[in-house]
């Protein structure tokens, strides 16, 4: 059974903050929700409530990266680049601050509706200027990404996983910057995935190789840079085309940045992009918005017969496993 870590974000950043007084966390009310509660506990005098004023907190937090801190802002995605992005732009983007921005909640990982799931986050911080992009798929990628996100020399956006979660990759296998991670070798066709949707494409590719079908798999978790040799080789490689799957509308996101990749380096193979279709998402649990809009295992096989133009006959119950955040997950659902 695969490993299930409990809010692996809590104790890891206590401890990876203990060298590090340049480190602070700002927040908007939010402090549990995103689980700095016990940060703020431990190191009181780096800890900055703001209240429910994100464009105040988004200025703050420029004012103290040009102070020499590196601020942490950790709050729900979408209170970083709706309601206060010309704060993000100016303040922080314009300069190229070192402000790191923990959007928890991407994507349909809650059931709070429209207001509270960011599906156009990757969309908006690819548009703008000086911004790196990580997209957390595990416990060992929600542990890693501070490494990765403190040596980058500008902004960084990550979209940030909270609670329970699966531990996919070893512990010992940190996140790479602008490097896929290779989870399937194969020539017929690449899948690309990132975020929650990689957990549903395993199992999918497990039983697609079992019927023959040959598959190369990376897993993405930078979003921008967008320039890993890796993903360009495993697209030109397949024979047959690509599918990209993620927790995000496919306007803008993973989707969009491999169509940009193949249009540039004139790759003409078909792209399948799995993901919202120009659409916004309602209020239900994750397993029921995954499956209601096909970034789930049995929507990948539709999508892999349809570029290989084959009937496979596989079925939801040839992929059925226990979910594993049902049967090991002690905690309920979170929604705020």
């Known amino acids: ?26 927040t908007a009310d939010l402090s549990n929700s995103c689980e700095v509660g016990k940060w703020r506990d431990t190191y009181p005098d780096r800890f900055f409530p703001m209240g429910m004023a994100e464009q105040n907190m988004m200025g703050m937090a420029a004012g103290m990266a040009k102070e020499g801190f590196t601020p942490f802002i950790h709050t729900f995605a979408v209170f970083i680049y709706r309601r206060p992005y010309d704060q993000l732009a100016m303040s922080i983007a314009y300069p190229n601050l070192k402000v790191r921005m923990m959007g928890f909640l991407p994507g349909i990982v809650t059931p709070g509706g429209v207001t509270h799931q960011a599906i156009e986050d990757v969309a908006i911080m690819r548009a703008t200027p000086n911004m790196t992009i990580f997209d957390t798929g595990d416990a060992t990628e929600v542990e890693s990404v501070l490494d990765l996100a403190q040596a980058v020399d500008g902004p960084v956006y990550v979209r940030f996983l909270r609670g329970d979660m699966p531990r996919l990759f070893p512990k010992d296998e940190p996140m790479v910057f602008n490097r896929a991670r290779v989870l399937s070798e194969g020539e017929d066709l690449t899948i ?145």
């Open 192 to 336: 690309l995935t990132s975020s929650i949707v990689t957990e549903e494409a395993l199992r999918a590719v497990s039983v697609l190789k079992s019927r023959g079908i040959s598959v190369k798999h990376l897993h993405v978790s930078t979003l921008k840079p967008f320039t890993d040799p890796t993903v360009l080789g495993a697209i030109k490689g397949s024979k047959n085309g690509v599918i990209t799957m993620e927790n995000h509308s496919i306007v803008g996101g993973l989707g969009s940045a491999v169509s940009e990749l193949m249009a540039e380096h004139a790759i003409g193979k078909p792209l399948i992009r799995l993901g919202l279709k120009d659409m916004y998402a309602h209020g239900a649990s994750k397993n029921y918005l995954m499956k209601e809009y096909e970034l789930d295992a049995i929507s990948l096989v539709k999508g892999v017969e349809k570029l290989l133009n084959v009937s496979l006959n596989i079925t939801e119950e040839d992929l059925e496993t226990v979910r594993i955040e049902d049967a090991n997950s002690s905690s309920k659902v979170e929604a705020l």
């Open 1 to 26: 059974m695969m490993e299930i870590v409990s809010r692996p974000h809590v104790n890891n950043f206590i401890e990876w903050s203990k060298d590090k007084p340049e480190v602070v966390v700002l």
